[in-house]
């Protein structure tokens, strides 16, 4: 069975996080925030495939300008910006030549993730960027990945370019969501991880591969896995009937540790990704304070050489008075 692995989170201010900063590193591009200042340049980073951003039409969004303008639309110091999704992609879908991997087109694995964007961009009306990535060189070759960040708030176009509107209702509380007769977020998150499954599932066997991915935990499945070790034609039967074996047992536990094993790589991975884009941002507020440090120090030896200059005047237009009776 193939790894499933599909997470979601909110990008908020109180975690130190922007979504100018987030979008930019994940499609490994450059967006300064007209918030802030500050200039976000991931144009030299690895391992971005592809990166498109959209709306529920399919119709291209500048990145940079709906970024932005997710950032102005809150005020809040904890203010939540964006949501984002990470997705595991089978590496049964990704092809092995590697400019079919850069084509969306031949690439199943990039194309399964935009259709899970795009019923993100139905569901809530709003705009999404989707970032593929490759495997990390030091880690599995198969942790192929997506990233999809949806914007809090609904998009609307209007003749000046893009607007956003009133928070999506994933985004409300329970409470409020109860008022309006929705389920919980969770139940709601569930949903949508199944949405992800199923339209994963429906390629890989479109392209007929026997893999699938399941949304549900472990203990939920309560399926055997296929044997990583020599069973045996005793204990193979013995299974079948029903009856475990230790050798039955040791590839289920085997399994089960591969496939945490595989999550736990690609959450590192995730972590490296967010420690590195955290680094970067706490860089760039260094170099915005040291400016400011330096341009206050300018300033106020510029105001001194004025107040001199200024009493110089005033002692020399003295001077041409002369005495006053």
Do not use: C
């Amino acid at each position: 069975m193939a790894i499933y692995y599909a997470t979601t989170k909110p990008i908020s201010r109180s975690s130190g996080r922007s979504a100018t900063a987030s979008a930019a590193y994940r499609a490994g591009t450059e967006i300064t925030d007209e918030r802030t200042g500050l200039k976000h340049d991931y144009s030299k980073r690895d391992g971005v495939e592809m990166a498109y951003t959209f709306d529920k039409t399919m119709k291209k969004i500048d990145r940079s300008e709906l970024w932005n303008k997710a950032e102005l639309a809150e005020n809040r110091k904890d203010g939540r910006t964006a949501r984002e999704w990470v997705l595991a992609i089978p590496h049964e879908l990704v092809p092995e030549d590697k400019d079919k991997r850069k084509d969306l087109k031949q690439n199943e694995g990039a194309r399964v993730a935009v259709r899970f964007a795009k019923v993100l961009a139905e569901r809530y009306n709003v705009g999404v960027d989707v970032a593929i990535h490759s495997p990390d060189k030091e880690g599995d070759n198969r942790n192929w990945h997506a990233h999809i960040m949806t914007t809090t708030r609904e998009l609307e176009r209007t003749d000046d370019g893009i607007e956003l509107g009133d928070k999506t209702s994933i985004e409300l509380s329970n409470a409020k969501r109860k008022e309006l007769g929705l389920g919980s977020t969770s139940a709601e998150i569930k949903a949508l991880r199944k949405e992800w499954e199923t339209i994963v599932n429906t390629q890989l066997e479109k392209q007929g591969i026997e893999e699938r991915i399941d949304h549900r935990s472990l203990k939920e499945q309560g399926v055997d896995r296929q044997p990583t070790i020599k069973m045996g034609w005793q204990a193979s039967a013995m299974e079948r009937r029903g009856v475990t074996t230790d050798k039955g047992d040791l590839n289920r536990e085997i399994t089960a540790d591969n496939e945490q094993l595989h999550d736990l790589k690609l959450e590192i991975n995730i972590l490296k990704e967010a420690k590195t884009e955290m680094a970067s941002i706490k860089e760039q507020i260094q170099g915005m304070q040291d400016f400011k440090a330096e341009y206050e120090a300018f300033r106020q030896e510029q105001q001194q050489k004025l107040d001199i200059e200024r009493q110089q005047q005033a002692q020399e237009k003295g001077q041409d008075r002369g005495f006053e009776i």
